[in-house]
């Protein structure tokens, strides 16, 4: 049978035979746990489990995935087959784009049957062409690379290890040592070791819990970390000297704000420390100078301005030869969706209102900016304008002033593609972009910043990721389409398709969606998604209110007590494919992780009947529970995401009143899976493990709710490239099965 004319109809008997054999589902024991706030009780049948430690919850776990076990078996052999065919469309010995810092180009090698990435570096040479040293060397997969060095083989570090991930790496100027941060539980604290590449050896210096991104100082005599709170929120940043004992490691800032998140990075021209306190309504920059370093830390604009901004210091060079200290700022003053300024940090020490900035980029309603570096020569700008990401460069010379010059930016061919930048130097001639569309391999380029003989600049192709297989882009449509919402807003589609797919209305079709944070759903190639386009799959990727899509207001439209916009601009989306005469509106499925998953649980309540299945990734589906709770892993940061429901009653009805878990009722649910890692510090694997019990509960269907959860997984899941393919292969094979789309489409496939 061929996938065009198969529908779950057609698999009823056989089903029926699976259900005889099926275990019945797991039945959570019910302890009322009350919750009180503003006068509402809520009474939680499965708060109880919560406790991580409890034997009767990790047995109750294994019995969920027993019983998903069971209910999917019959879906192993096509799971086998997706994982074959992202296999075998993987160039699984490769290596990446050589990146060069300081005296070394620095890569990474994939080898086949290894589940991890091998970080290595050569050393670069220098000479009188600055663009000819800054073209990375031609390295070949499999082949060896003359003067290599093996800085850190994740095979041998996550040998008899349950879970490898690396939190961050870094290099001395001199290129002598070398820090790296490993995860070995999947909770992301990470351990911090330092490696001398003179002679291989490891330094006594250990760092415990530290959490995302390592740096040393200039000097190489500092390595600065981010220690987390007991929620799990970034709140200290530390400078450790080698060779002295970590418990004397100095405390560089601590944030005690618990709606704050704190990061760090080295200025582009390293000479300053640069701190970043923030929401996502405001933020605050601190900076350190290396070259006096024990006059600590000064502001550069205080969050009582209620600014979000990001600033970035460097030396601008003048007329008369000198330099004069300068600060880029991205920001939102007077611009929504923000702008780039360039101010004289002589200025800062005055009131707000008395200060001169010289505008770099202007505001416009239109172009979201979404960032500013510097280079030596250059500032580069990532911005987007018609939902796409793109990339401009401006000369530093006359910057801020009449004689500024017009921006250049790259160009690219396709109307859906991502332009971002993936890579700069400070004293590099050029800045490393990465390039990617829906069916255009992820590519690198090298784009030669613009001169007075090449204003335009040039861009130079390093490399395409290789996609085996046979692989063919033209096989593929990738269209932009528009589905009007509730209220009338226009909501930007991409809708993917097989070529071969005909619009008779047959076709089985999946809406993705995230929509909050600011975050965009944007193009990007992926091999995994081939197999399901392949069997006749309709994708349409949603660009829901809450992304970043179409600027600032379209953020702000999607979040807070604007939030239930994100649910119905997802439901006015599966509208729209179900009305497109691609597909049978009978065979949709949705799909989405984390506060997507928030929306699958939200769309399951408001819509079932829209739905054939949804499948739920470490989904948020107790949020109100969650942000209640300010103890709870970042619970406090999502304040600005959600609005605070401890304080604020209105928040807290109007969460209630969407919230996934609480809204649960009696329908006929689609086929649900949720899919959850146990070690999960972003989204507690409780709230699926509540929210299937809820669904099972109230469901006055027949389709099967299921959870798996991995056990020894973060929120990104298990490690290991193998691994992960296996976890990609079951969640599409569910989508899949669900569709009844388990067949290729004639031709299609690995060739």
Request: glycine letters at 8%; proline letters at 6%.
């Amino acid at each position: 049978m061929t996938q065009a004319s198969a529908s779950p109809a057609d698999t009823s008997a056989h089903t029926a035979d699976r259900a005889s054999a099926v275990p019945a589902a797991p039945v959570a024991k019910k302890v009322p746990t009350e919750r009180v706030h503003h006068g509402d009780v809520f009474v939680d049948p499965y708060e109880w489990l919560r406790d991580k430690e409890s034997a009767e919850v990790i047995a109750h776990l294994k019995a969920e995935n027993a019983y998903q076990e069971a209910v999917t078996a019959h879906q192993e052999p096509l799971r086998e087959a997706i994982f074959q065919e992202i296999k075998g469309r993987t160039k699984e010995t490769d290596l990446s784009v050589p990146s060069r810092k300081d005296d070394w180009w620095y890569y990474t090698r994939s080898e086949e049957g290894k589940e991890y990435g091998i970080q290595c570096r050569v050393r670069a040479a220098t000479t009188d062409d600055p663009v000819a040293d800054w073209t990375p060397p031609a390295v070949e997969p499999g082949v060896d690379v003359p003067g290599e060095e093996v800085l850190l083989d994740g095979n041998v570090e996550a040998e008899g290890k349950p879970f490898f991930s690396v939190g961050g790496v870094a290099v001395t100027v001199d290129g002598n040592l070398y820090a790296y941060a490993v995860d070995n539980s999947g909770d992301e604290r990470f351990t911090a070791r330092i490696k001398d590449l003179r002679t291989g050896e490891l330094l006594p210096d250990v760092i415990e819990n530290v959490f995302y991104g390592v740096a040393f100082s200039p000097d190489g005599k500092r390595l600065f970390y981010t220690v987390v709170d007991e929620s799990w929120r970034p709140y200290q940043v530390k400078a450790h000297v080698l060779g002295t004992p970590v418990s004397e490691d100095q405390l560089i800032y601590q944030e005690d704000d618990v709606a704050m998140w704190l990061g760090f990075e080295l200025s582009s021209d390293r000479r300053y420390l640069v701190l970043s306190i923030g929401c996502s309504e405001y933020s605050e920059t601190r900076m350190l100078a290396f070259d006096n370093f024990d006059a600590g830390l000064t502001t550069v604009i205080s969050r009582d301005e209620r600014i979000l901004y990001e600033a970035e210091p460097f030396l601008q060079h003048q007329p008369d030869g000198t330099s004069a200290e300068r600060i880029l700022l991205t920001h939102n003053k007077d611009a929504i969706n923000s702008m780039v300024s360039l101010v004289d940090p002589a200025e800062l020490s005055k009131p707000l209102s008395e200060q001169n900035w010289s505008t770099v980029v202007a505001h416009s309603d239109h172009v979201r900016v979404n960032g500013a570096g510097v280079t030596a020569t250059h500032a580069v700008v990532s911005i987007r304008k018609d939902t796409i990401e793109r990339v401009q460069v401006l000369p530093l010379a006359g910057l801020g002033t009449e004689t500024q010059q017009a921006a250049v930016e790259p160009a690219f061919d396709e109307e859906l593609y991502t332009a971002s930048v993936s890579g700069t130097d400070y004293k590099a001639p050029v800045i490393r972009v990465g390039y990617t569309s829906y069916f255009t391999p992820s590519r690198v380029y090298d784009f030669v910043l613009p001169t007075e003989q090449k204003p335009a600049g040039e861009l130079l192709l390093q490399k395409e990721s290789p996609v085996l297989g046979g692989y063919d882009g033209d096989d593929y449509v990738a269209t932009r389409e528009w589905a009007t919402a509730a209220d009338g807003t226009k909501v930007p589609l991409s809708v993917l398709r097989h070529k071969s797919v005909q619009q008779d209305g047959t076709a089985p079709g999946l809406v993705y969606g995230y929509g909050s944070y600011e975050m965009s759903m944007d193009p990007g190639f992926g091999i995994p998604r081939l197999s399901l386009l392949d069997r006749g799959i309709v994708m349409v990727i949603a660009h829901i209110r809450g992304g970043g899509e179409l600027g600032r207001h379209w953020y702000e439209d999607g979040k807070k007590l604007n939030k239930k916009n994100t649910f119905t601009d997802f439901i006015a989306a599966t509208d729209w494919l179900a009305g497109s005469g691609w597909v049978d509106s009978s065979r949709i499925a949705a799909m989405g992780g984390s506060a997507g998953g928030l929306l699958m649980g939200a769309v399951a309540n408001m819509a079932p009947e829209k739905y054939a299945a949804v499948l739920a990734q470490v989904p948020f589906v107790d949020a109100l529970t969650s942000v209640l709770d300010p103890e709870l892993p970042l619970s406090a940061l999502e304040w600005e995401e959600w609005g605070n429901p401890i304080t604020d009653p209105d928040v807290y009805a109007y969460m209630k009143s969407y919230s996934p878990y609480e809204n649960v009722h009696a329908v006929a649910y689609p086929k649900v899976a949720a899919v959850t890692s146990f070690n999960d510090t972003r989204v507690l694997y409780v709230e699926p493990a509540k929210w299937v019990q809820a669904l099972r509960n109230a469901t006055t269907g027949q389709e099967p709710i299921v959870m798996k959860i991995e056990m020894e997984g973060g929120h990104g899941g298990a490690s290991g490239r193998y691994v992960q393919w296996r976890e990609r292969a079951w969640d599409y094979a569910f989508v899949a099965d669900s569709l009844g789309a388990n067949e290729l489409l004639p031709g299609a496939g690995l060739k």
